[in-house]
């Protein structure tokens, strides 16, 4: 029997399927109208309705989110779904800050309700590992591997996924078996940051309160996790707001909007810049510039330019 559905008012800008599908996360998936995910040992089937729909018309919705969980009830997943999406944040405020910059605020108005994602660190840690020198498809790949491999599994209204494994689960597998789940040169980097957390010789938890140039060094103390994949965890699980990862389509989006017919300067200079530039909402302005420039590209690769 199908889960019944519940529903979340949301009074401010969203865009579920850009936050959610975007690059950010790594086990989130489009399955119909649906964005199918775990969340925290859970499975989601979650979209968005705008104009809101059906549990009221309240002035000020700009829209309604039904979803179905499993285990979790309702009444627990709606908490979550709220911190995992930041609902808390104050993006009015965000918008004022980083609008200040017009490359920034023509993206902010493409692409109105594109969200920083709160995630679950240990996931979004191992996630980014996998990162490295990867697409987001591959990505994707090798955190379901792990998860069929090693979590547990979860079933919802016909879908099938599992959790993510616990950091004893990876350390315990080694880097042999990771390996053989196509993990490649990432196999050690993966176990021994499992090793990690599971001595707790890294406590994520205390890096969410940890100051920002703390936050980074204990992460790249890890090997495999350089300044980039340091700010993506930093940003996307960690409470760093003002981290700033430079990737391939930022990168391009800085050399292209704000450092034209120069040579760009390097990744670090460029983060030292950023981070002055952009100020506390860094992060913010990061994922717009993300979001716009990959689209463009996309865009100019459809059209056969």
């Not at 920034?104 to 490295?132: D, K, N, Y």
Request: proline share 6%; glycine share 6%.
């Amino acid at each position: 029997m199908a889960a019944a559905s519940a529903f979340l008012e949301i009074r401010q800008p969203l865009d579920l399927e850009a936050s959610l599908l975007g690059g950010q996360a790594h086990r989130w998936k489009r399955q119909g109208e649906w964005c199918s995910g775990v969340l925290r040992g859970d499975l989601v089937l979650i979209r968005q309705h705008t104009p809101p729909s059906p549990s009221g018309k309240a002035a000020g919705v700009s829209a309604s989110l039904e979803f179905h969980s499993a285990p979790s009830p309702p009444e627990a997943m709606a908490p979550r779904i709220r911190e995992h999406l930041r609902l808390d944040d104050n993006i009015e405020a965000i918008y004022a800050e980083i609008n200040g910059d017009s490359n920034v605020a023509a993206q902010v108005e493409r692409h109105p309700g594109l969200r920083v994602l709160r995630q679950e660190p240990w996931e979004c840690l191992i996630a980014f590992i996998c990162s490295a020198n990867s697409n987001i498809e591959t990505i994707h790949r090798n955190m379901e591997r792990m998860s069929d491999q090693f979590g547990s599994p979860l079933t919802l209204n016909g879908h099938r996924r599992s959790t993510f494994p616990t950091p004893a689960d990876l350390a315990e597998a080694g880097e042999l078996e990771l390996r053989q789940l196509k993990l490649g040169f990432r196999a050690p980097y993966v176990h021994q940051a499992a090793l990690a957390v599971a001595e707790k010789r890294l406590d994520l938890d205390y890096l969410t309160t940890a100051p920002y140039p703390e936050v980074k060094a204990e992460l790249m103390a890890l090997k495999g996790i350089g300044d980039k994949i340091a700010d993506c965890i930093a940003l996307m699980s960690l409470e760093k707001l003002q981290a700033f990862p430079i990737d391939v389509w930022v990168r391009r989006a800085l050399a292209e909007w704000y450092f034209p017919n120069q040579k760009t300067p390097t990744n670090r200079a460029l983060l030292q810049w950023a981070q002055t530039y952009f100020g506390q909402y860094a992060g913010y302005a990061n994922q717009y510039l993300f979001h716009g420039r990959r689209l463009k590209e996309r865009k100019l690769q459809g059209d056969g330019r």
